[in-house]
Nanobody, 125 residues
């Protein structure tokens, strides 16, 4: 079992930045790819991005490319989502996930085995 705990959410003005953290416990995080998803009220959960087990490859959806960066520190068993140039439409609950999956499936939420509880990000205009 892997337990994931997100932190770092909050209220920020448009154009601002936040860094979300996803701390893992229970098992070594380096065994798992990590994904980030978000869900706004009344909308389906959507893929934000993912990073491979080693951290060598990062993927992100087009709407956040150039603004969001995903990274990980396997020595600290922690993943990160750096969010810059935030927009009001980025407002959502953000979730990290971990799973034994490969790149073609990173955007598929059901492929992930473990999920955090979520952290709220609110961007004001």
């Amino acid at each position: 079992q892997v337990q994931l705990v997100e932190s770092g959410g909050g209220l920020v003005q448009a154009g601002g930045s936040l860094r979300l953290s996803c701390a893992a416990s229970g098992r070594t995080l380096s065994n798992y790819a990590m994904g980030w998803f978000r869900q706004a009220p009344g909308k389906e959960r959507e893929f934000v991005g993912a990073i491979s087990r080693s951290g060598s490859t990062e993927y992100s959806q087009d709407s956040v490319k150039g603004r969001f960066t995903i990274s990980r520190d396997n020595a600290k068993n922690t993943g990160y989502l750096q969010m810059n140039s935030l927009k009001p439409e980025d407002t959502a609950a953000y979730y990290c996930a971990a799973g034994r999956l490969v790149a073609p499936y990173y955007a598929t939420s059901r492929r992930y085995d473990y999920w955090g509880q979520g952290t709220q990000v609110t961007v004001s205009s």
